[in-house]
């Protein structure tokens, strides 16, 4: 795993209500994290791979994410997508530290550097 | 007052009167325009319709308003928005430092949204299109009669009319704003309770939650006044301002299908939501660029510059099935909601049993 994501993935553990989060690269390959039972890493890549296919679809109707967040009534899923095409799935927890700091983790996301 | 954004204030636009019941009192009007041939319309005119009980001011340039201002006190100041030197806007605004409580109305031969949007901001309570009909006129009289002899009191208070009321409400939210929102008519009594940019709770009569909130945003007509939250003794509302804003729009468009005939189109054109927001040097300006309400099958029940319906319905039916497939997959539960950030703002879509929502929200930056 890189050096920026597994730093990356350590620091998201200490914030509460954090359930797992995973980053597909360019290449297709998926590296992911879970921090609570609910949240296995194997189908945190299936909804990683199957989120990241569908962003085509909003693109052919003419909107560019920067980032999109699903909201369901047990947990939010945000999709960040950075310009050098790596995607982040973070699934968290309503009401919670997480939830609070979603823009917040997904500013430090973006700002990852992958070179190092 | 501790409101951070100032409403605002549209008058009902129920169009002409025509004959106006002599208010009791005289109200002294200031006209500036630096068209002359208007004010002696003007002065003419509604000078008889009021029988007698406006007693009308004019000058033609901001310059000497300002300077008759030393001297009379008005009721109501009208304002031409194009005239030279010193035009309608900064009068507008020299007037809300120097003369907070005087009511002021803005008329102009060039309405547009963003002229609507400063003039507005500026402390105009009333923005009306100059009329070309002698109808037209009649409207603007009964509009600005209206506004002259309505009661300022404690707090702020406007009328309203639907666009105004929507805007109010989508200034608190957008401004994360704390407040309650009063609104009465002949018959009725309501509040609305935004917190940090939430809309909590509704009540009107023995109703509450959406219902009441919808009832309320159904209202043709009467007043409102924003007053310092407190909080409610029950949290009934919790949907996104959104989504309650344009259900709220939707049922009242579905309940008033046969509405009366329009008046005299006076009034500046009807503008999508939007707000003006100063706050210094930079402000952002969201609006409401794009909207649509479709039934639980995809058919649209409403739309608002929405440019191909059936493309967006089959995006939700897209995000729907994605959805449910990542919902079971990650065991989150039902799906509520999808947020979408662009780099021009930012979309919602919502699917519910018996509805799809989407609405996009441009955020354009403007430098004052």
Redesign the interface.
């Given at each position: 795993m890189n050096n920026s994501i597994e730093q990356w993935f350590a620091s998201c553990g200490v914030v509460p209500g954090i359930?797992g989060c995973g980053v597909r690269h360019p290449d297709g390959t998926c590296v992911s994290q879970r921090f609570h039972d609910?949240?296995s890493r194997e189908?945190?890549d299936?909804?990683l791979q199957?989120?990241g296919d569908?962003l085509s679809?909003?693109s052919t109707?003419g909107?560019?994410?920067?980032?999109?967040?699903?909201?369901?009534?047990?947990?939010?899923?945000r999709l960040v997508l950075r310009p050098d095409g790596r995607l982040l799935a973070l699934?968290i927890q309503p009401n919670t530290p997480a939830a609070e700091n979603l823009d917040l983790l997904t500013e430090e996301f973006l700002a990852l550097n992958f070179a190092a | 007052m501790a409101f951070s954004v100032r409403p605002v204030a549209a008058i009902s636009s129920r169009g002409p009167k025509g004959t106006v019941a002599t208010p009791a009192k005289q109200q002294h009007i200031l006209f500036v325009d630096d068209e002359s041939s208007f004010l002696d319309t003007i002065r003419a005119l509604f000078t008889a319709w009021s029988k007698s009980s406006w007693q009308i001011e004019c000058a033609t340039s901001a310059d000497q308003a300002l300077e008759i201002l030393k001297t009379h006190s008005f009721d109501l100041v009208v304002v031409d928005v194009n005239m030279p030197v010193l035009d309608g806007e900064q009068l507008l605004r020299i007037l809300a430092r120097r003369y907070p409580d005087l009511k002021k109305a803005v008329i102009t031969a060039h309405a547009t949204e963003q002229r609507r949007s400063a003039c507005l901001a500026n402390g105009a309570e009333l923005f009306i299109e100059k009329p070309r009909s002698a109808e037209g006129l009649k409207s603007v009289f009964a509009m600005l009669d209206e506004l002259v002899t309505w009661k300022q009191q404690a707090g702020f208070q406007g009328m309203l009319r639907r666009v105004g009321l929507q805007d109010v409400i989508q200034m608190e939210c957008l401004g994360r704003n704390s407040s309650i929102l009063e609104i009465a008519d002949r018959k009725l009594t309501g509040r609305i309770y935004i917190e940090d940019g939430r809309i909590i709770h509704a009540v009107v009569g023995e109703m509450k939650g959406e219902a009441a909130f919808q009832k309320l945003l159904a209202l043709p007509g009467g007043s409102f006044e924003l007053q310092h939250f407190e909080p409610p003794s029950e949290q009934t509302i919790q949907g996104q301002w959104e989504f309650l804003l344009m259900e709220a729009a939707r049922v009242r468009d579905e309940s008033t299908p046969e509405a009366a005939p329009a008046a005299e189109p006076v009034m500046a054109p009807e503008p999508p939501p939007a707000l003006e927001t100063p706050v210094g040097p930079t402000s952002f300006s969201p609006r409401v660029a794009e909207m649509l309400i479709c039934s639980g099958q995809g058919a649209p029940l409403y739309q608002w510059q929405c440019a191909d319906a059936k493309?967006?319905v089959?995006?939700m039916v897209?995000i729907t099935q994605?959805?449910r497939?990542?919902?079971q997959?990650?065991?989150?539960?039902?799906?509520?909601?999808?947020?979408?950030?662009?780099?021009t703002g930012r979309?919602v879509a919502q699917v519910k049993p018996d509805r799809m929502v989407f609405v996009q929200v441009a955020t354009e930056t403007k430098s004052a």
């Open positions: 359930l609910s949240c189908r945190l299936q909804a199957s989120l569908s679809a909003f109707h909107l560019a994410p920067r980032w999109l967040t699903w909201t369901f009534e047990q947990g939010q899923l699934a | 493309t967006r089959a995006l897209e994605q959805a497939r990542v919902g997959l990650l065991g989150l539960g039902k799906f509520d909601r999808l947020e979408i950030q662009l780099p979309a």
